[in-house]
């Protein structure tokens, strides 16, 4: 099937700093990507939809000046959070939608991310 | 609002039992369902998905079953095996949505052995 990778799978910074959070799609070339956010025990929130060659598109609530994304080719998107802050940490997931079939999302493996 | 709700965040099963997950969404506008099990620290993975135009959908030991007129889906797990246990997602899609899948808050499942 088709493979989502992330990196890294866990970061831990400290507040202020930036953070860049790849996702890549290993074997398939995906126009969307999609950035969700899980907290402990709640379901996944998307924060935005990702388009090759094109602004992301930002779900309500998400500051785009704080998530920034890239889609720069059909198999890499990257989230940069700046400035970040403790209740920025979060588990950040990836998904990417097979242009070959599309009905399924796969998904990546997930960032943990820690500001302290 | 939640458009996709799973009103059961919990769910224990013997081994070799069967396991009923549900999940009901409110947006008439759907019309594509998934389902994804999710273990901690992981993304989701990819188990089941069913178009509105059908009722019932089998893979293995996975079957989801569609009731649009109750707005209502269901998986069932059967036989449930140990490592089963996971995160559930019910999502939900339309065709007009680029693909954004709604989420259900999850139903954690514990087959017991």
């Known amino acids: 099937g088709a493979v989502v990778s992330q990196h890294p799978s866990r970061v831990i910074c400290k507040s202020g700093t930036s953070v860049k959070i790849e996702c890549r799609s290993l074997?398939?070339?995906?126009?969307?990507m999609f950035w969700y956010r899980q907290f402990p025990k709640q379901s996944l929130m998307l924060m935005a939809t990702?388009?090759?060659?094109?602004?992301?598109?930002?779900e309500q609530g998400v500051e785009k000046d704080k998530f920034l994304i890239n889609h720069a080719s059909l198999t890499l998107s990257t989230l940069t959070v700046t400035s970040a802050h403790p209740e920025d940490s979060s588990f950040y997931i990836c998904?990417?939608?097979?242009?070959?079939?599309?009905?399924?999302?796969?998904f990546g493996p997930g960032t943990r991310l820690t500001v302290t | 609002d939640q458009q996709v709700k799973q009103n059961s965040p919990s769910l224990s099963v013997q081994e070799g039992r069967i396991s009923i997950l549900n999940c009901d969404y409110t947006?008439?506008?759907?019309?594509?369902f998934l389902w994804y099990k999710k273990y901690p620290a992981e993304g989701p993975t990819f188990l089941i998905s069913?178009?509105?135009?059908?009722d019932k959908n089998e893979d293995g030991r996975f079957t989801v079953f569609l009731n649009k007129s109750a707005k209502h889906l269901s998986l069932h797990i059967v036989p449930s095996q140990p490592g089963d246990s996971a995160v559930y997602f019910c999502?939900?899609?339309?065709?007009?949505?680029?693909?954004?899948?709604?989420f259900g808050s999850g139903t954690q499942l514990t087959v017991l052995p």
């Open positions: 998904s990417a939608r097979d242009l070959g079939t599309a009905d399924a999302q796969y």
């Open positions: 074997d398939f070339q995906a126009t969307t």
């Open positions: 990702s388009n090759e060659g094109s602004k992301a598109t930002y």
């Open positions: 947006n008439s506008m759907f019309d594509y």
């Open positions: 069913i178009s509105s135009i059908k």
């Open positions: 999502a939900a899609d339309w065709s007009g949505s680029a693909r954004q899948l709604t």
